[in-house]
């Protein structure tokens, strides 16, 4: 089985700043990690995602995420977040074995950003 | 716009009753994953359906049952509905079953139990 805490259940940050999102993973087996991004009233659009090979990932957005396995950590990070960064982001994983697709997501960090 | 269709947007039942949410995936792709989001469980994973065969089961009641139809759009089923199942339901669909394949999600509905 699969969980993933999320740190933080808000951040707020002021326009232009840096953000980072931290996420940690527990997984009896090895795991594909992504980090998904939630406006209001709308569903779920993927970031980025690792599934093998450079441990920094870049996503849409401007968006990047750093793999480490000896921390079991995803945090995902942007040097200078805008206005429109404003939303709930999710991070989640999904087992690299046969036993299907499902995501096991945190429980969600809704990022504010201020004027 | 992700491609993934779910109709109503908005159901308001009350309790006792049966509803079914129903998903068309992108076109093309053969699996689809049903999602709940509620303010005290968060997202959790309810069932996969791939080409029409139910591929994997999370955390879904035995009140819940969901199928896949032969032009691969799939229903949810909710019955003996309660308080506590009002929530966000989300579909998603991806090209198969391949481990590593993105799951494109839909908009949702939002399930309003009274």
């Known amino acids: 089985a699969q969980s993933v805490t999320q740190l933080d259940s808000q951040v707020p940050v002021f326009e232009e700043a840096p953000v980072e999102l931290r996420c940690n993973y527990s997984s009896s087996v090895s795991v594909y990690l992504f980090w998904y991004v939630q406006y209001p009233n709308q569903g779920l659009q993927l970031l980025l995602k690792y599934l093998s090979g450079s441990t920094l990932v870049k996503g849409i957005n401007g968006f990047e995420a750093e793999f480490n396995k000896s921390q079991t950590s995803f945090h995902l990070r942007k040097p200078s977040v805008h206005i429109s960064d404003t939303a709930e982001y999710f991070c989640a994983v999904s087992p690299n074995n046969n036993a299907g697709n499902m995501l096991t997501f945190g429980g969600g960090t809704r990022l504010m950003v201020k004027p | 716009d992700s491609g993934v269709t779910q109709t109503p947007k908005h159901l308001i039942t009350a309790t006792g009753q049966r509803v079914t949410l129903r998903c068309s995936p992108r076109?093309?792709?053969?699996?689809v994953y049903w999602y709940q989001q509620s303010l005290d469980q968060g997202l959790q994973f309810l069932i996969q359906?791939?080409?029409?065969?139910?591929?994997a089961k999370g955390n879904i009641l035995e009140r819940f049952s969901a199928q896949q139809f032969p032009d691969l759009h799939s229903e949810l089923n909710l019955s003996s509905l309660e308080l506590g199942d009002s929530a966000l339901y989300f579909c998603a669909s991806s090209r198969d079953r391949g481990r590593n394949n993105e799951q494109f999600f839909g908009p949702g509905t939002r399930l309003t139990v009274l």
């Open positions: 076109s093309g792709d053969l699996s």
């Open positions: 359906y791939y080409n029409g065969e139910e591929r």
